[in-house]
């Protein structure tokens, strides 16, 4: 018994930092819309600036008031972060701030490595607290029943604050419906900045409260953002007491989790995820989202057509100067381009169902790396030939996505994009953990290409021949009858059930096409490299993909090709130097504000403008 | 004169509210019925189920003899039945000509092909299709930029793709201005005429209801309460005093 | 103009990847180094700062082969495949003559690979797969840090020492931490065939929920522990453990627990009593390793880490290598590699012909507190040549050339 609610007090306590981070999340996601992946650098940076603060206040008085300090500290930055990035870009595509705020993680880690340095920092325990107490014969440390008592006391003040207050009920408001805040006469811009306060503060909070328990280091941002996801996604999005109940089921199940299959700690959270979403497709306590945005929100996307003669020129064009870069000799540049080929082909299979299709996927590295797996496990188990296991890599990824989405079509916007994620990392989870079959973390190594095709060259030329193929593919689809249903899946499921379209096995097909595509380049990839980890499975390796759709332009259909080549020849370049994240998060911010609407889609306006445009803008 | 549509003791409730109450009527081939009533009468809730968007708790809804009732939207679909929405609801990032093509391409079961060439599949038809509605000349816009009237034009035209042989019209006029009004039914009615089909629609405007319909039925709080000519329903008692109570309303547009 | 976009992008490319191309004359010797600098700072920094020093030794002493040597260093990002791209830039553009480095695992064993593929000379610095030098081991790969195998060995022989005969091990859930456990098992039930394991705790790697492991070890009454965790994890544990009292009168054993990387943050709440592997650099008498901490005390203003120790003997390494081949030349240099022997700060080692692996040791104590900090006391240096396996299984277990 006393083992028990030692256990349960255990879980309890680990509640309080998982939901002081998460409701400030689902805050800020609530009235913004803004999915803010730099939540987890907020809480990182509560626990550095807590951890200094403590150094100079001194006793049980200085320990809280070092606490509050950070949590006010974090307050301000996310205000700045608030003022001088997402301010700018609140009128951009849906979605499109989540870049920003990625380039806002990669600033503040750079920034977090060069004041606090690279050297973990053991959190001090709370003067006063840092004995135990007995209960039931069993030791329990008395900081955790001080967080205990605090996560309940946050959630109150919160409620108050929301239930009782003006600024709470124009929070409400603006969680309902955001039109309606604008017509109450309420400066939005000063409402989002106080929410963007509140919700920075949390995550500081949170940082600084669990010191005594651990401490500051500089991958905290990335360690918690995927279990805050997860809390903020269980409870529902923009609900905090839903946060709240998602944060102790979460800390509690993984207490027992631990106890009875002690291998469970990866992918828990997320199974629970999975069942909690398809029972409740808005999470506990969320609210039907407002149908229809689906990375529209703007003006909407321009009618896409097929090439005209002269597009087709240019375009042959470039596949002409691609063909001839082997007279560089330079092994390097056919590697590094062999990447950018590989990793455009992900980025438009990203693009087709994200855009064309409007199904955001949060998870699209579960068929690249899947696509990559099974291409290395025909080679390494059956000795399969390469162009063979190049053929299976986008169909054994393809199943793979027909399965994952079965499930996921139930689901739309945001909660589809979560589902995804939670998917991927299942598929991670079982690469990493099943480690007889796929070598775990040690992956898969001497996946090389067939003789014919070692050379660097020939190689650069398959994947040219495959890749462009695959794009080219991609985009004659765009232009079929099935691309034409797909687009009006996603601008109007009325119109399209009520003309006779199945849009949701249109949208299954989309996602199984896309993922087969994303398999190919998976599949290619293994054999560039040569070995596969599941790195290439991981959460990372999907956002990458969605920085690239995004920076290139999402309404727009080169954007994925350009933000992927963009963004690998820029980050290869960049990575030379010592503070290369500082850089690249600094120039993708800067992309973010001046080309809110990507690379393509900006640089298109401006032409435009500017009177080179071809076709109707809107407002004509 | 046969009924296309059959439908018989049609209720819907939502959580003890009753919003459509044992309704019966039918359609005759050729055609053009209003259903009129009140907001909250449930002519929307009505069309819902007559398009398979809405399950009704019971009743049956025969077109051409075959059960309507369980079937999803896409199928009643198939059986040739189109509709247009309140507001309209069309594809605003393809251009005109494209959002009758898509529809094409459904009706010929074709959304499903990776490999033939949307733009120039069934161009003739579908500039058919906007000629009929007189969007000819704007083939080639973004449906994003276009105004109200043609959105309801279009989704006319987009409705008829299916050469359907009932539409279904919520609200067609609603948002036009006066003169687009009388010239929509005028098209409408022109197509019952020249295509055979029959048409239900559910209007606010009294002026379009008594101009262009055939026959009229009148809802009240889910209940069909009266259905006749056009001069049957000026002389009914009961609408009158559901349209505030009698005398001259059915001139004012703004009867809502 | 989306066209423009594109063609202007890959025009770029273009000319900055040509520009790469073109290197100078070579009046040095230019080698590859590659870490995970950015996503592990703490650990890979100070390997870098003992790698600089070893180069600005060297040169001050000449060079090798009359040359300087020159590094080229990045950041392999912790990505395999950026790993990979690099190495081929390193090798084709900058015209090194072999790579050397990394921490994680799964980054060496994809250099490893490459290496083999491309019959390019990479030698391991600290990754400590033994898969490295075994079962994926090749003719292009050598590695000169103790592996897990190794050090578990070296574990479980103190771990007899003890007595103690239920077991209970806790390691993060990845495959360094599965290969120690089951090293660690192995070789204990052949020193011991009576232990028995009872429990395994699996956190996942700089996620544990200390909490949780700390009640579930408590649950499982184990008379041992052996642990595995380290970094942020083995903070939270240690800290949790000592809070909840799991380990009063229990024998603990940690693997890397001593080294100086993951003990000194811990400061005064190191766990004293436990027998772990690590680096009492400052307790270290040799002459020669007191040269090496003075120089690197000198240059950095900073006492070494392990990972100084590991950069500094790699590129003493490479230069002697280098200078017993007389050449750069790949395949001269992988002889050289087999049987190379040189004095280390740790004392002399060898590169084994056989598996590619040196004998570079490690230090096993005891962790006790010192002036408010953990030390290890009682220590001695096990020479790694001690806990290799023997030629024939070598041969089992490595494929053949």
Redesign the interface.
Known sequence: MGVLVAELLAGLANAAALFLVASGLSLIFGVTRIVNFAHGSFYMLGAFIGYSAMQVLPGAIGFWAATLVAAVAVGLIGVIVEFLVLRQVYKAPELFQLVATFGVILVIQDLALLVWGPEDLLGPRAPGLKGVVHILGEPVPSYDLALIGITPFVLLVLWYLISRTRVGILVRAATQDREMVGALGVNQAWLFTGVFFLGSLLAGLGGALQLPKGGADLLMDFNILASVFVVVVIGGMGSIPGAFIAAVLISVLNVFGVKFIPQSTLVLMFIVMAVVLLIRPYGLLGREEAPGEHG?VGD???????LQSTGKLVVAGILVVLALFPIFDSPFLLVLMTDVIIVSLFAVSLHFMLSLGGLVSFGHAAFFGGGAYAAALLVHYVDTPMSLALLMAPLLAGFLALIIGWFCIRLTGVYFAMLTLAFAQLVWSVVFQWGEVTGGDDGIVNIWPAAWASSTTVYYYLTLVIGVGGIILMR??A???????V??SR??I?????????TKR?QW?TIAFAGAMAGLAGGLFVFSKGSVFPTELEIAKSFDALIMVFLGGVKTLSGPIVGASSLTIVQDFLSRFEYWRLALGLLIILIVILAPEGLVGSARKLGNRIGLGR?????? | MTAILEVKNLSKSFGGIKAVQDVSFDLMEGELLALIGPNGAGKSTCFNML?G?LPPNSGSILFDGKELVGL???KI??YGV??T?QIT???????VI?NV???L???HQ??????????T?YLDEAAELLSLVGMADQAD??A??LAYGDLKRLELA??L??APRLLLMDEPTAGMAPSERIELMALAGRIVEERGLSILFTEHDMDVVFAHSHRIMVLNRGELIASGSVEEIRANPRVQEVYLGGGSVFADEGAS | MKLKTVLATVLAATTFAASATFSFAEDTIKIGDMNSYKRLPAFTIPYKNGVDLAVEEINASGGVLGKQIEIVSRDDQGKPGEAVKIAEEMFTSDGVVMISGSLFSHVGLALSSYAGQKKRLYLAAEPLADALVWQKGNRYTFRLRPSTNMQAAMLAEQAVKTGAKKWATIAPNYAYGKDAVAAFKSELTKLDPEVEFIAEQWPGLFKIDAAAEVQALKAAEPDAIFNVTFGGDLAKFVREGTLRGLFEDRTVLGLLTGEPEYLDPLKDEAPVGWIVTGYPWYAIEDPAHKKFVAAYEAKWDDYPRVGSLVGYTTMLSIAEAIKKAGSTDTEELVEAFKGLELDTPAGPITYRSQDHQSTLGAYVGTISLDEGKGVMVDWSYKDGANYQPTDEEVKKLRPAE
């Open positions: 529209q909407p996307e321009q009618p896409i057509s097929p004659h689809v232009h079929s009858p099935f691309g034409y249903s687009r009006a601008d109007s009325l119109r399209a059930e009520a003309t006779g379209i199945n249109i097909v076709s109707e803008g809107p407002g004509t | 398009m968007q999803p939207t896409r679909w198939q189109g509709r929405f609801a069309t594809y605003p990032t393809m251009t494209e093509q898509t529809a391409l459904s009706f074709r959304s499903f092909n990776f490999f033939s060439r949307a733009k599949s816009r973004p994003a930029v987009i409705a793709s299916n």
